[in-house]
């Protein structure tokens, strides 16, 4: 049980606060709801972007790294297609430092021509690291184009194509802050070694006084229900053949969300999972293969990834595949397998619930969804599956006609 | 009106008063030592334990490796599936590494469940088949796997560093080559099984929210086997450092990013040098404030990132700097690292900096003993290395001791370009 305050401050900046005196640190997190679902098609990678940038100085403080390392604080950020997340860790004591830096950077940023020059470059080094220079890695470029055709999950968080971010010009950067980093956009999360009385105090002393700014309400367009399978075939110059598909799934508040991560664990979830089991271990068609999604708050995607072992066919691997899915929706799993999931799951809730970190940063992501007390109902809603809900949704969902498939095919 | 451009005071971090949470000692039956760490409030366990069973002591490549992979993979009363699905069962996890001097077998699960998870890991440590079949599989997947990591640059740059380093004949130096899969013998496997885990030399490490009869519960599961009782062979391992210096590898002619890799020996954590060089280290390219991330990611953005650590190794260490950067720019981002040992060489660093990195280390040392698995962490690497409390409390002094003066003469001593291996894999 995570236990918290939440109060608003005036200009609509929601606050939560999360005691835990057994630690001598504090976390201030702060996430904005925008991530790439809500960037223009022909400006992709720009929240991402945005992210490098909130490190290159704000309106008063021309450094946000050096007084928060002074204070002797680590921080970090990262971006979804979501959401952009904050975070820093420092001793409790100097936990004023956070504040003054981060409210003065959702005040406004100093927006360097030079910061943007640079970061542009360093972000084009981080797609060529992870995307470009690496077996593989355009996969998810190609597969959430296949898998999307309206919604904006279709391009992924570091962006389509290099040449979009080369083209950030500082407007768009101004826009986007002044549209999306306002303080009725945004969830303070503090916790650690603090008092929620103090933290109401710094609440309003630094934020305070940010105006409030305009909420921000998405319009995308859902997904349309898919009704025929797609099927890609790439070759590019790797070792081996691979093979991907996924299928759409719930958003992350239906309760088909929490039946489809079940699903994953049943078929992809460690070595005696089903894939695994099956096509690594008994037929030897995989040289490894998962079974995982990506916790989207829109629908996600289900999805089933592995390398072939050289020599099987594209087809007898496929066909591998599609009879273990067969099974799952032929037959309803035992009570036994659906513990085994359900006892997984207790223990990553425990696991990821260790740090201040990790609790600040869930609890941000639940205020996000709409209620932070979602953060303790988790398990009570994994507890309730039942064999029967498992297996219509395989059904329903495990469907070949709500699929798509990327046959990734070795040049060699 | 606040005043946004004064910063709030602080607490000098170097001030803190850190304390190092001492671990209970005691041991089972049979000798088998066993550090543990009471804390935190999840009702989670970690229970590790470590072997004096890494490639330090394997006779053909791979063995060590191979054969730590390969416990959980069946027992004469259970196959690896049924083995999987027990742990998995219980919602825990058995994990296994080896390393150079040491392996291990770690198990994360919750608290309540320990009774039915012990007995089974010691069954991995007396019963374990190595199975003909499951050996097989073993080589052919990662075989392929290897496959994929020889496309990456990175991969082939941080194998090329460590032989250059300490020679391929070197457990810190050597790697594994296809060969080695198709040479490994199920019987290499069951000898050191016996001699290095059934027979071995083990500690154990347990940390999280213990369970009031956790030295029963130890006791039960391990205090009978037939560990600690033969002494493990003094082996040595020569260092033998390339002579040539310099390399350019092309691993992949349309590469668009060279991984860069300048390396020096260095001596181990016992040298009087070790913690003043971690500081120099750190304005160097430790973290992200330092020198070699300001210049040449904040600067001139030429990498995502770059940085400078010594390598965490019991004999002896080196002193590493590691980036990925773009291909037209490897040699200037190469040339840049020089210009900044050069500039520690010559100037003093000034005080405000001095006083960030100090604050800095010690926060984040304050940041890292936070929660009952990273103490017993501390702890293990303290234990593993022979060094006591004292070194935790000596390197706190360090940093808070550690002048400008003596900055600028370690650099001296150590940021000595000729002495750096220098490699980029394209």
Known sequence: MIHYNRFVLDNGLRVLVHEDTSTPMAVVNIMYDVGSRDENPDKTGFAHLFEHLMFGGSINIPDYDEPLQRAGGENNAYTTNDLTNYYCQLPAENIETAFWLESDRMLSLAFSKKSLD?????????????????????????????????HPYRWMTIGKDLSHIENAQLNDVKEFFFKHYRPINAILVVAGNVKTEEIKRLANKWFGDIPMGEKYVRHLTDEPVQHQARVLDTEADVPLNAFYKTWHMESRL??????????????????????????????????????????????????????????????????????????????????????KVKNKTESIIAFEDMTIMSRANSLAFYELLGDPDLMNKELEKYQQITAGDI?????????AANSSTLHYYSKN | MINRKEEPAIKDAVDFNLQLKPYTYFQLDNGVPVYTID???????????????????????????????????????????????????????????????????????LSKHLPELLPVVTELLTDATLPEDELAIYKQNQKQRLEVNLKKGEFVANRLIDEYLYGYDHPYGKYTLTGDYDALQREDLEKFYKQYYSEGKCLLFVAGKLP??????????????????????????????????????????????????????????HHPDFTKVQVLNNIFGGFFGSRLMSNIREEKGYTYGIYSYLQNHVESSAWMV???????????????????????????????????????????????????FQVISRWKNYVLNNLTEEYFYNSINTIRAITAEEIRDLANKYLVADEFYELVVV
């Not at chain 1, 664990?265 to 995989?286: C, D, H, M, N, P």
């Not at chain 1, 293969?289 to 087809?315: A, N, P, Q, R």
């Not at chain 2, 063995?63 to 390969?70: E, F, G």
């Open chain 1, 118 to 150: 640079v970061q542009r470059k360093v972000v084009c080094e981080e797609f060529k690291e992870h995307y470009i220079n690496k077996p593989y890695g355009d996969v998810w470029h190609k597969m959430r184009e296949l898998a999307y055709t309206v």
């Open chain 1, 254 to 339: 239906e309760k088909g969300y929490y039946v489809a991560d079940l699903i994953t664990e049943i078929l992809g979830g460690g070595g005696s999972s089903r894939l695994y089991q099956a096509l690594v271990k008994e037929q030897k068609l995989f040289s490894n293969i998962d079974c995982y999604h990506f916790g989207s708050v829109d629908k996600g995607l289900i999805t089933i990834e592995g390398k072939l072992v050289k020599g099987v066919s594209m087809d007898k691997a496929e066909q591998a595949v599609n009879e273990v899915i067969e099974k799952m929706q032929a037959d309803s799993v035992s009570e036994t397998e659906l513990q």
């Open chain 1, 391 to 399: 297996l219509s949704y395989s059904k329903s969902t495990l469907d």
């Open chain 2, 39 to 109: 804390a935190g409030a999840q009702d989670v366990v970690m229970v590790e334990l470590v072997f004096f069973a890494g490639n330090w002591y394997e006779d053909k490549n791979i063995v060590a490796a191979t054969t730590n992979y390969l416990l959980k993979n069946g027992t004469t009363k259970k196959n690896a599936f049924a083995i999987n699905e027990h742990f998995e069962f219980y919602g825990a996890y058995l994990n296994r590494n080896c390393y150079n001097e040491t392996a291990t077998i770690s198990l994360h699960a």
């Open chain 2, 212 to 269: 009031s009869d956790i030295q029963e519960q130890l006791n039960k599961s391990f205090g009978h086997l037939a560990l600690n009782k033969a002494d493990i062979p003094q082996i040595t391992h020569l260092r033998q450092p390339a002579v040539q210096k310099k390399y350019e590898v092309i691993n992949d002619a349309n590469g668009v990013q060279g991984a860069i890799r300048i390396a020096r020996p260095f001596p181990n954590r």
């Open chain 2, 322 to 372: 590691s980036t990925e950067a773009g291909r037209d720019v490897s040699r200037a981002t190469i040339e840049e690292v020089y210009k900044e040992m050069e500039i520690l060489r010559k100037e003093l660093v000034d005080d405000e900096e001095m006083h960030l990195v100090k604050n800095y280390m010690m926060g984040s040392i304050l940041g890292d003993l936070d929660g009952p």
